[in-house]
């Protein structure tokens, strides 16, 4: 399936929203694989879009790992109480259990029955979290910005430890039939972290997240970060297929800088909240004719779409991508 991405595929990311639309609480899509299961289908029946996700929040490893979180009906749990007070106890943690672990189970079963459902016709597209983005979740992003700086060697073993977690996790998923793992790295943004930082620090261990996961057969792999042109070259050394790009890079440069990797994006988020279906329909047009001779760009958001995103929208951008299937 992997063998196939192409530019008339539209697969816009859909995780949360997908229990909105079908008027499930988000809590109950977060924690139960059923749920999660029949709101993906009724959700890629409702839009006719590419891709289902058994993806929920970004702390579902963290808290597998021992992280305390909040929860609300409405909306993501998030972060309440990090497991680690201090990055030099990093040592006591353990090592989580995919298939037993907190609600990582959660989007195993869900992601083995939706490639049961739509076999190789649809892509299947799990999520797991970079090791700098699971290290914030155990110890606070704001403490780990500071132990980066006054205790390297301990938050170097904590990322080196994070990193098989995120291993097990994403080849637990692709065992259970994922055609693609998204490995979402937020805290790893240049916005967040210096450039050199992120080569020293979180690419030697993306690098090998890539290569482990590779050895799963027909594994496509696809990185979602708010990356800059600074970071070109560094992505390129990670063996990716898919990477996301937002609204304020410039396609053009993003392609010639990125070769041999379909881009997916750079509509913003947000323009499915405050936009209209003629604003969506016309930035899609426009961004489809803008590169109407590469093959490697893939429209959609230029990352997960809100929970409260207005299904109009997510039905232009779709509409757009499947009557401009030009490049095939």
Known sequence: MINKLNCGLAIPQVFGHSAVLAGQTVRRYVSDPDVMYRCQVAAQDY????AVFPAADHSILAEGMGSELNYCQDGYPNLSHPVLQDVRCWENLQQPDPYSSGRMPVTIEACRMLRR?????VLVAAKIMGPMTIAGQLL????????LVDYPDDVKGLLDFVTEAAISYGKAQAEAGAHLIIIYDPMASPSIIPFELFRHVELPNLKKICIRLKEVRNLGLWFQCWISP???????????????????LDL???????PDRFLVGNIGASAFLESTPEEISKIAKDRIMSVSNN????LSSGCELPLESRPENIRALVKAVHQNRTCL
């Open 252 to 258: 053009a440069e993003a392609l010639e800088n990125l």
């Open 117 to 121: 459902t739509f076999g190789d016709q």
């Open 230 to 248: 600074k970071i070109y070259s560094m992505v390129k050394e990670i063996d990716l297929d898919l990477v996301s790009i937002d609204s304020h």
């Open 47 to 50: 839009y006719g879009y590419d």
């Open 295 to 298: 093959k490697r760009f893939l």
């Open 140 to 147: 606070g992003p704001e403490k780990l910005l500071f132990s």
